[in-house]
C-alpha cells in the first residue's frame, strides 16, 4: 500500500514542495528509498524512467544537505544532457525552500557558460561523465566536498562505454559517504561496480508491473505495420492528445514519423541522436 509523504521522513519544505509540483501520493521508488537515503543507506535501486525515481534520491539528498553553501555535496552521474538536465531541473524545483543551487554539465554546450554558472556556486551538481572528466582534468571542478554520489541509469553509461570514466571519477570522490544507483536491468557489469563502490547497499527492485507512475494508464494495440500510421492517427484524435511522446526504435523511424505526421497536420517534431544540440534544444523548448 502507498503512504502519504509525510510518512517518509521528510521535513515540512519538502513536504511543501511536492505538494506544490501536484504529487499527491509517493510512487513506489519514493516509498522505498527515501528513508534508505535519510538514513544514509547506500542503495542500489532497479528502476526505470517513470517510476519516480528522480525524487526517490533528491528529496533525501536535499534534506541531509541542508543549508545550500555554493560547494558541491552532491554529484549525480547521468548518460545524456537531457537526462542531466531533467535532474537538475527537477532539483531546482524541490529545493525551491532551501536556496540549493543545481546544475547540469554536459558535452555540446561552451565551457564558458558552465565555468561562469559553477563559479557562481552550485550544491547539487549533475553531469555526463566526459564533461565532468574534462572540468576534473582541466582543475575547474573541486569535487572534494561530495558526500552524496548517484549513478542515474547505470546501465545506460555502462552501454554508452561510459563505464571506465565513472569510475576514474568515482576514484576522485575522496570523502563520499553514500553512493546510490539506479538502473533499468542490472547485468553483471553493474554488479561488479556496485560491490566495489557500494557499501552494504540496500537493494531495492521495483516489480515491473509497478514500473510507471500510478497515474499512468497502459494499453497496447496490435496492429499491421501498413496501417500504423492511420492507427496512430487516430488515436491522436480520438483521444484528444494536446502533447505527447512518441518512442520509435531508430532515429530515421523518429524522423519519418515526425514528417508523416506533420503531412498528416499535427504539430509534430523529431529527437534524436543524430541532430545538434541547437536543434535538440530548440526541439524540447517548442
Ligand atoms: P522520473 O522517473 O523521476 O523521471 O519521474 C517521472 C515523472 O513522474 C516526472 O515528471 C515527475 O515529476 C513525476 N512524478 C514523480 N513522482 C511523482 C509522484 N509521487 N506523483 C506524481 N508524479 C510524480
Known amino acids: 500500500m502507498l503512504q502519504n509523504f509525510s510518512e517518509l521522513g521528510l521535513k515540512d519544505d519538502y513536504l511543501q514542495a511536492v505538494e506544490m509540483l501536484g504529487y499527491t501520493r509517493p510512487t513506489q521508488i519514493q516509498v522505498e528509498t527515501i528513508p534508505l537515503m535519510l538514513s544514509g543507506r547506500d542503495v542500489l535501486a532497479q528502476s526505470q524512467t517513470g517510476t519516480g525515481k528522480t525524487a526517490a534520491f533528491m528529496l533525501p539528498i536535499l534534506q541531509r544537505l541542508g543549508k545550500a553553501n555554493g560547494i558541491p555535496r552532491a554529484l549525480v552521474l547521468a548518460p545524456t544532457r537531457e537526462l542531466a538536465k531533467q535532474v537538475a531541473d527537477a532539483t531546482e524545483g524541490f529545493a525551491r525552500m532551501s536556496g540549493v543551487r543545481a546544475l547540469a554539465v554536459y558535452g555540446g554546450q561552451s565551457y564558458e557558460v558552465q565555468i561562469r554558472a559553477l563559479k557562481r556556486g552550485v550544491d547539487v551538481l549533475v553531469g555526463t561523465p566526459g564533461r565532468l572528466l574534462d572540468f576534473i582534468r582541466q582543475g575547474r571542478l573541486d569535487l572534494s566536498q561530495v558526500e552524496t554520489l548517484v549513478l542515474d541509469e547505470a546501465d545506460e553509461m555502462l552501454e554508452m562505454g561510459f563505464i571506465e570514466d565513472v569510475e576514474t571519477i568515482l576514484n576522485e570522490l575522496t ?74 526504435r531508430t532515429k530515421a523511424r523518429a524522423q519519418e514519423l515526425a514528417d508523416d505526421l506533420l503531412r498528416k497536420g499535427f504539430s509534430a517534431d523529431s529527437l534524436h541522436g543524430d541532430l545538434k544540440q541547437a536543434r535538440r534544444e530548440m526541439v524540447l523548448n517548442r
Open 175 to 248: 570523502e563520499v559517504k553514500q553512493i546510490a544507483l539506479f538502473s533499468a536491468t542490472l547485468p553483471e557489469q553493474i554488479h561488479k561496480l556496485a560491490s566495489k563502490y557500494l557499501t552494504d547497499p540496500a537493494k531495492i527492485s521495483i516489480n515491473p508491473s509497478r514500473m510507471t507512475v500510478v497515474e499512468t494508464e497502459q494499453r497496447f494495440y496490435r496492429v499491421r505495420e501498413e496501417t500504423k500510421l492511420a492507427a496512430l492517427c487516430c488515436l491522436l484524435e480520438t483521444d484528444d492528445v494536446t502533447s505527447g511522446l512518441i518512442f520509435t
